[in-house]
T-cell receptor, first 115, second 111 residues
C-alpha cells in the first residue's frame, strides 16, 4: 500500500515569506507527527496529532510555526515569516494509533531552503 | 530530559564483516526503541522496533537488542554488504509519544 507522502519535495523561499508543507499519512493511521532535521540539531520533534485530541505542540520552536490536521487525515505545517534558521528537512510520520508501542513510518521529507 | 547517544559517529568496514552499532539513552523509562536507516537525501526507513518488555528483535541479517535497565541498545548487522551503507539512527519513545533521536552512525561498507 501507499506510504506517507509529502509535498513539495523541495521548497526554496525568500526570508520573510510564509510556506505550507503538506503530509498525507498512511490510510487508517490515526496518529501523525512532524519532525525537523537540520545539520546542527539532528532530528527533533515538532508536533503530534492523535485522532480528535488536542495536538501536542511542545516541540514547535516559535509561534511562527503552526500545524493543522483536517478530517483526521492530511496535515499542513505552516511557517510564517520564514527565517534562514528554518532551513531544514521537514519529515512527517504516521502510526496506527496513539499507543507508544506502534511503529512510526516516515515520509520522504520536504527540504526547505530559506534564502 | 532524555538524551540518546550513538557511537561511533562513523564506521567504515570491508564487505562481509559483521558489525555492531551502539545506542545509549539516559532515561530508562521508555516504551519502545526503534532503529532506522536513512539514505542520503531520503526519509527514514524503519528497520526494527523493540518494545520495552522485549530483549531483542530480528529481521533478516539484522538483530537489535535492548537492555532497558542499563540504557543500551545494539544493532548487529551480519555479513555486511555495500547496500547496507547508510546512516543508522536509533530513537526512543517515552510517554509523550514522540521519538527522541540519536545523532546517527554513518556506515560505509567497502566492496
Amino acid at each position: 500500500g501507499a506510504g506517507v507522502s509529502q509535498s513539495p519535495s523541495n521548497k526554496v523561499t525568500e526570508k520573510g515569506k510564509d510556506v505550507e508543507l503538506r503530509c498525507d499519512p498512511i490510510s487508517g493511521h490515526t496518529a501523525l507527527y512532524w519532525y525537523r532535521q537540520s545539520l546542527g540539531q539532528g532530528l527533533e520533534f515538532l508536533i503530534y496529532f492523535q485522532g480528535n485530541s488536542a495536538p501536542d505542540k511542545s516541540g514547535l520552536p516559535s509561534d511562527r510555526f503552526s500545524a493543522e490536521r483536517t478530517g483526521g487525515s492530511v496535515s499542513t505545517l505552516t511557517i510564517q515569516r520564514t527565517q534562514q534558521e528554518d532551513s531544514a528537512v521537514y519529515l512527517c510520520a504516521s502510526s496506527l494509533g496513539g499507543v507508544s508501542s506502534y511503529e512510526q513510518y516516515f515520509g520522504p521529507g520536504t527540504r526547505l531552503t530559506v534564502t | 530530559k532524555q538524551e540518546v547517544t550513538q557511537i561511533p559517529a562513523a564506521l567504515s568496514v570491508p564487505e562481509g564483516e559483521n558489525l555492531v552499532l551502539n545506542c545509549s539513552f539516559t532515561d530508562s523509562a521508555i516504551y519502545n526503541l526503534q532503529w532506522f536507516r536513512q539514505d542520503p537525501g531520503k526519509g527514514l526507513t524503519s528497520l526494527l522496533l523493540i518494545q520495552s518488555s522485549q530483549r531483542e528483535q530480528t529481521s533478516g541479517r539484522l538483530n537489535a537488542s535492548l537492555d532497558k535497565s542499563s540504557g543500551r541498545s545494539t544493532l548487529y548487522i551480519a555479513a555486511s554488504q555495500p547496500g547496507d551503507s547508510a546512516t543508522y539512527l536509533c530513537a526512543v519513545v517515552q510517554g509523550a509519544q514522540k521519538l527522541v533521536f540519536g545523532q546517527g552512525t554513518r556506515l560505509t561498507i567497502n566492496p
